[in-house]
């Protein structure tokens, strides 16, 4: 019924069609022709752009876990430095922490770093020295400095120096107060007391997203503390 209705009105229909087509002016036709090139390239355009930051984001991606992998590599090697595996097994010792409080000189002096070699020399039977004890002091530094900006995986860190931190911190102490007083700030392992706060503050127990959240924060906090940046 509908194809019968169809076929008896396209004669009707035709000729206001075909005179509407008429009237379209040749400037009319070619500047359609126009609009349909603009829109084209227009959507060329959008692919380009989202594909560039499709194949950006991977580039980025691949630039963080390689920079992940360095990080990683450089605290493995911190670890199997020989020196400094000696250095660090005397604060593994309770009887070496017990003995660091009185062992420092107070206030720190010219003369310190002799006194500080002499008394290591004599608890580790001399296999340390103080320039590789002092060496030790700045791998941990530099290994919370990875672990605080996120330029090298939490896990990592989180298996086998959670409790080396917290120790850490613990027993150099008396070596820390020391040596700030003579520097006249609170830089001396400020990143080291960063990460043993964020210990603390369960920060390994967050979501990866919360973890990045509390290290903004401590950063932050510390960057503002009276005597200059921790």
Known sequence: MLDLILVQAAPRLAPPLLKAAATVSTYEHWSLIWYAVSAFAATCTLIVVVVAAWLTWGQIREAVKSRQVSSTLAIIEYMDDADLRNARSLLYD??????????????????????????????????VRWREFRSWLGSLENISVLVMHDLAPDGIVDLYFRKSVQRHWSGLQPLISSLRVWYGNNEFLQHLEMLNLFIQSGG??????ARR???RTILATRERAPGGPL
């Open 94 to 127: 309770p009887a070496f922490c017990n003995t660091l409080e009185g062992a420092v000189p107070q206030p720190w002096s010219a003369e310190a770093p002799a006194a500080m070699d002499a008394f290591i020399q004599k608890v580790s039977g001399g296999q």
């Open 213 to 215: 959240r509390l290290k």
């Open 204 to 209: 390994f127990e967050r979501s990866a997203a």
